[in-house]
């Protein structure tokens, strides 16, 4: 069953392929990094897949070594081990105080206190092929959150109109490598690693549709900006032609002494009539802007 072993030449040439793909979708995020290592600041970018994923691989190497013989899984989790602990570390020394105290508590309570109770749980309470099955049932709980988990960005994606933060050589190759373990799993017939994967194809095809759906669309921020610039033109028209077109013309512009003043209860009532009666006038839209 060893994915190593060369009495399935396919299932290691799969394996091995599945750790070249893995490892260039593990660089994928050094621009997202290099970005925000330039502007000194994490953006709109999250902590939480790279945290999910460190978490994932984590628990893959322990399913790896519990199974034995599975030395392709170790390997690339090993290394997405290193890799997500870089970023998690480039995050926490870039990000605000709010983002980094989010992220310190998911990694003490996930990678910290979860793992260790996890690991507990196997060690302690399950012996034999049991152990194995557990373990491998947590495996794919967790890998379903890391395809999962890149997907809290596409509502951001869809209510922006910006694919911004969802970088498509991210989504094309978590793609290609959930197919690649799936042949994988099955040829080795491990349903523990050939499941999660049908989902990660499932989410890194909605990823891909989602960015060539948006790439050229106008971002919603940029939107609102021109709408409120072309809005302040008219507004202040508007208030020149209600304040100053009526003023040579009505007893309204007229200066009263205070003591008049008290007498005139009608007049702003009586201003307020003629400049709604007056043409060429939208009187309510005028007072919604102001």
């Excluded at 394996?15 to 490892?23: A, C, M, Q």
């Excluded at 190759?173 to 499941?195: E, P, Q, R």
């Excluded at 032609?241 to 009586?270: F, L, Q, W, Y």
Aim: proline share 4%; net charge positive; with cysteine.
């Amino acid at each position: 069953m060893g994915g190593l072993s060369m009495e399935h030449p396919w299932a290691f040439a799969f394996g091995l392929l599945g750790n070249v793909i893995s490892f260039s979708s593990l660089l994928a995020p050094i621009p997202t990094f290099y970005r925000i290592f330039k502007s000194k600041s994490t953006e709109g970018f999250q902590s939480v897949p790279y945290v999910v994923a460190l978490f994932s691989a984590m628990l893959w190497i322990f399913y790896a070594l519990v199974k034995t013989g599975e030395g392709l899984l170790i390997s690339i989790n090993a290394a997405g081990c290193v890799i997500e602990t870089v970023y998690i570390v480039m995050y926490l020394v870039y990000a605000d105080r709010k983002a980094k105290i989010f992220t310190a508590k998911i990694v003490v309570l996930l990678n910290i206190a979860g793992f260790g109770l996890i690991f507990l749980l196997t060690l302690f309470a399950f012996h034999g092929e049991t152990r194995v099955v557990s373990l491998g049932w947590i495996c794919v709980g967790f890998s379903v959150c890391v395809f999962v988990a890149p997907l809290s960005i596409i509502g951001r994606v869809i209510k922006t109109k910006s694919v911004e933060y969802m970088p498509f050589t991210l989504s094309l190759t978590l793609t290609l490598s959930a197919i690649v373990w799936f042949l994988y799993g099955l040829l080795i017939k491990d349903k523990y690693v050939a499941l999660p994967n049908i989902l990660g194809f499932t989410f890194g095809v909605i990823q891909m549709v989602l960015y060539v759906f948006y790439m050229n669309k106008t971002p919603v921020a940029s939107q609102v900006k021109e709408g409120k610039e072309a809005w302040k033109a008219p507004a202040e028209d508007h208030v020149v032609v209600i304040n100053v077109g009526k003023a040579d013309k009505s007893s309204c512009a007229e200066v009263r002494p205070v003591t008049e003043m008290a007498g005139a209860v009608d007049v702003p009532r009586r201003c307020a009539a003629e400049a709604a009666a007056a043409p060429g006038v939208d009187f309510a839209r005028s007072v919604n802007v102001v």
